[in-house]
DNA sequence: CGAACCTCCTGCGGGC
DNA sequence: TGCCCGCAGGAGGTTC
């Protein structure tokens, strides 16, 4: 579920609501995740977060303990704030308490989320971080860059975008959306994609990317932002999820097929 | 090194 | 109605 424009926007949720406040304690309903939730994680108490940033879909929450907590919401996590005597649903596996009035849950039924802890010295120095390609809305990410890389890789230009070593933050949906959107079909060996075609496509995932983060990401099934409300990105997707209707711009029927293990969709006549 | 495949887990929708 | 199967937005690990 979350690609970045989904933890984008949980991060704009909880910031204003965490930032300077006092985490009194943690409750671990659940610690095996993707990896089990450490020690360093469940004894956290009487800690303030003193800053909140986004690299890749890792959200980093710096703590003035000198630490930094790490989370990934995995493909079914989301952080939402609750009043504590809220009922408590099923994979509420995190309780953050923060005071009597309010808490933050972590909800994750598919449990490939993860929760880590790591010095805030060295927190871009982590293993899961340190070789994360660029950003994808900033400058560093770049038709020159791209055609550099694309020049020398031998893979499908779908699996090129999503691999986050390239470039971070492009999942399934928006891979596809992009790729609707630069014309190019998503099984095209990246090395065959045309320059302009390349080009055409770092415009386009920056301006998909742009445009879900401003609508609050997309909800297919169950994301919701930290208010609960959901993302209204969906509206606007015109291949992913679309097989057999008709393309919006030319009628022909969406087609899927399987790309790195992957639902990939695309018009046959638009994309080539 | 790069590419392709496997894997973790639960929930849901479609088909019978 | 209910059961079973396949599939789902991520991405690290393994293997070749």
Redesign the pocket.
Known sequence: ???LP?VETTLRGISPHLLNQKIEAITVNQP?L?WLIPDSVIQLANVTVISLERR??YLLIQMDNQQSLII?L??SGSLRFCHPSDERR??DHVIFHLNDTQELRYHD????GCFLMEPTTSVFEH??LIKLGPEPLCSDFNPDYLIALAKK????IK?LI?D?HVVVGV???YACEALFSAGIHPATICNKVPTKKLKALVSAIHEILTAAIAQGG??????VQSDHQPGYFAQQLCVYGRANQPCPTCDTEITVMTL????TFYCSTCQK
Do not use: C, V
């Open positions: 579920m979350p690609e989904e095996q993707r890749a879909k990934h995995g493909m099923k994979h039924p598919r449990r490939f293993p899961l890789r031998h893979k499908s699996t999503m986050q999942g399934n949906i997309t909800t297919l099934k169950d994301f790195g293990q992957r639902s």
